[in-house]
């Protein structure tokens, strides 16, 4: 047998360059599982697809946005958010399916930086938001989507449904890494996910909403992020005069929502995955 | 040897120890393993063999007392250990998903070997291990002996000094077993050292060194294979009864001109007792007739690790009955 050389334990620039290294072979892990299974990608692909073209032609021409403005114009931003929360549910199969194996032990029994499985992860779900959202941009500029406003706001939108795909994909890693199976993240998932996004200016405006359910509504993050996002596209956002604070001012609670999410789904995440990967 | 094991010694463990709750898994767990041997460590379910790989590979942290292997200490330097030793676990842990090239590339790029290394290790040890031909097969569809054979390359691609080996033979067929035998014995060979456990004693016999007895969480009994046998047992007289009915009665007949306590072997129909020198056969068959047993073997032959291990446990049990 051939004797291999190991490379020593390194620190400084090393360190960074095999963290990038170990993240990128997780990341590879994750494309080739999703050569060997491609209806993985239906959640990403076809979904965001079906529900643009559904949405657009079956409510379009029933549902007046108030305010004036056309409908699919309005939609685009609340299917984007609705995508990329059910988006979540990526992240927390493959690592409830991962921790529910014998593989992590593998892993853990490697030199491999220890962050690198969760960035491995993360990288390669965030690669699937990328294709989820320009599937549903060009869909959208199909039936006839475009943005409004300058250049520096659209790309603006861009930045907010990066972070907001970013925080969907830690909310999910957290239920994977507390949830027993994946079957329990799919349950986990719908129960949250649902109420959420129809509860919300998602897809109809809330001024027809009961009271109850509008307050809910004006205050639900889902409601502030597809307002957020129609601002920065210059898409109609049909909010009412009279609406809440994060609603009258969305794209600034946008932000404010995914990084009080993050601040605290991040070292959720990481103290549970830690327990659960040290016996 | 390689330079990093210091004074010979690959695999060292003092006064190891892990609680879970109120339950120790591992208790005053003592080990010293010289590079280049096999240590065995020997057990039933439960009985701390699987917790103690767990400590030594860095997976689990001890609660008690403190190991190093390979010269690195297992929880202060935990990465360097990790560059060290190859570990294959009980539960399968290749990915299913992936052919069974691409698990190996993938874990030696994971050990920081360069792609083209990586690349090359991989087709050498499916070769070594007979699966070249399914190199390009995702593992979903291997027999569990394929997958239990692609888990023990895992765990060699860095061509590590030290070994840890979690029940390696376990589900493998007499075939691929002797197999993986005469592999683990160039291994050794080659310089390196490995600990394995097992629950089965001829694989114990067959490969290892120095054997580590565990009994409820703590070391039982220590030794050679040879030296166990001489201390539990030397010559033996062993009894094969039709019925497990006679089994007691064969007992108690065997002990009254054996030198020393029958052991039962219900699952085998067997009785078996030390013998000395003055033990002579006619004079058991002649107790076993008049107590009424029909024999359908009697004969004299070296203790096994099977009379050791039933010896030591047996009487750890014996031990525990007031106690509960």
Redesign the interface.
Known sequence: ????T????AAGPARLR?LL??SA?IA??SF??IR??PEKLFDVTLQPLMFVLLFSFVFGEVIAVPGGGDYKEYLIGGILVQTLAFGMMGPGVSMATDLG???L????????LRPAFLLGHLTAEFAASVLAVAIMVLTGLIVGWRTDSSPAEAIGGFALTALLAVTTLWLGTLIGVIARSPDVVQGIAFLVIFPLTFIATTFVPITGLPDGLRQFAEYNPVSAWAAGLRTLFGNPTATPADAAWPLAHPVLSSVLWCVAILAVVVPLTLHAYRRRT?? | MRAEIQDGIAIAAAGLGKRYGEQWALRDFDLEVPAGSVLGLLGHNGAGKTTAIRILTTLAQPTAGGASVAGCDVVAEPAPVRERIGLTSQAATVDGLLSASGNLEMIGRLYHLPRRVARERAAELLERLRLADTGDKLVRDFSGGMRRRLDLAASLVAAPPVLFLDEPTTGLDPESRNELWALLRTLVDDGTTVLLTTQYLEEADQLADRIVLLDHGEIAATGTPAQLKARHGGERIAVSVPAEAQLEVAAGALERVAAGAAEIDAEAALVSAPASESTRLIEVVRALDEAGVDATDVHRREATLDDVFLAITRSSERKEVPTQ
């Open positions: 047998m051939t004797a291999t190991l490379p020593r334990t095999w290294a170990d072979t590879g892990r080739a599982h060997q299974i194996e014998g593989i032990d593998r892993f853990r029994s490697l030199p491999m040290t016996g």
